[in-house]
C-alpha cells in the first residue's frame, strides 16, 4: 500500500524559518508534491520534485531524497499569510495519474 | 496555466435530493478527473477516477450508487450525490492534470464545492 507520513501541526514565528517533513513508502515513485491549502479552500501546487536535491522557488524549497523515501519542504521568512496546511503527495506512478496524498501539516505562524 | 473551473462553489439541499457538481478544464483537455472529499480537519481522500468515455473507478469504500460520476466529454466531469444524507456534508474537490506541461504536471484543482445537506 500507499503511506505518506507528515507532522500534524508546527508553529513557527514571523520571519523565521521551518522546516516541514515527509516520509513516503509506495510502490512506485514518478515524484513528489507539495501544496498549500488554506481553509475553506482547494490546494495550490508548490513545488515538484523528481531527481534528488533542492528545488528552490523564492521563499520555498523543497528537498528530495529517494533512496531514505523523504522530502522537505522549507519556507523561508515566514509571513502570517503563510498559515496553512501543507500537503505532500506523491505520484506513485499507478497509470491514471492520481496523486495519494499525505494528511497535511498546519502550520500557524504567530508574531 | 492550466485552470479547473467548479461549480457551484457551495449548496444546501435538503436530505433525500440529489445535488450535480460540475467540474470543468477550462484550457486543456483532460481524459481523466479526479474528484476528493475532504471533511474538516482532514486530508484528501479520493472518490474516485473520472474516465472520459468509459466508466469511473472509485475508491473502496464509496458506493457507485450513491455518487454518481459521468465524464461527458473531454473538458467536463460531473458528479452527482443522489439521495443526500447529512454525513454526506463535506468539501469535495474536482482535479485534473494538464499533460501537456510534461513530466511534473501538477493537479490542477478547481475550487472546491462545499454541500450542506440538512
Known amino acids: 500500500g500507499q503511506n505518506i507520513d507528515q507532522p500534524t501541526e508546527m508553529t513557527a514565528t514571523e520571519g523565521a524559518i521551518v522546516q516541514i517533513n515527509c516520509t513516503y513508502q509506495?510502490?512506485?515513485?514518478?515524484?513528489l508534491f507539495w501544496y498549500q491549502q488554506h481553509a475553506g479552500e482547494a490546494p495550490t501546487f508548490l513545488s515538484y520534485?523528481?531527481?534528488?536535491g533542492l528545488e528552490e522557488k523564492g521563499r520555498f524549497s523543497s528537498f528530495l531524497s529517494r533512496s531514505k523515501g523523504y522530502s522537505y519542504l522549507l519556507l523561508k521568512e515566514l509571513q502570517m499569510k503563510d498559515s496553512a496546511s501543507y500537503l505532500c503527495?506523491?505520484?506513485?506512478?499507478?497509470?491514471?495519474?492520481?496523486?495519494?496524498f499525505g494528511k497535511g501539516t498546519k502550520l500557524s505562524v504567530i508574531p | 496555466g492550466a485552470v479547473v473551473s467548479q461549480h457551484p462553489s457551495w449548496v444546501i439541499c435538503k436530505s433525500g435530493t440529489s445535488v450535480k457538481i460540475e467540474c470543468r478544464s477550462l484550457?486543456?483537455?483532460?481524459?481523466?478527473m479526479f474528484w476528493y472529499r475532504q471533511f474538516p480537519k482532514q486530508s484528501l481522500m479520493l472518490m474516485a477516477t473520472?474516465?472520459?468515455?468509459?466508466?469511473?473507478?472509485?475508491e473502496q469504500g464509496v458506493e457507485k450508487d450513491k455518487f454518481l460520476i459521468n465524464h461527458a466529454s473531454l473538458t467536463l466531469s460531473t458528479l452527482t450525490v443522489t439521495s443526500a444524507h447529512p454525513e454526506d456534508s463535506s468539501f469535495y474537490i474536482c482535479?485534473?492534470?494538464?499533460?501537456?506541461?510534461?513530466?511534473?504536471?501538477?493537479?490542477?484543482f478547481g475550487n472546491g464545492t462545499r454541500l450542506t445537506v440538512t
Open positions: 482535479s485534473a492534470r494538464d499533460l501537456g506541461e510534461g513530466l511534473g504536471s501538477p493537479l490542477h
Open positions: 509506495t510502490s512506485g515513485f514518478n515524484g
Open positions: 520534485n523528481v531527481l534528488d
Open positions: 503527495a506523491v505520484d506513485s506512478g499507478a497509470g491514471s495519474y492520481q496523486l495519494t
Open positions: 484550457d486543456f483537455q483532460a481524459t481523466t
Open positions: 473520472s474516465n472520459e468515455g468509459s466508466k469511473a473507478t472509485y
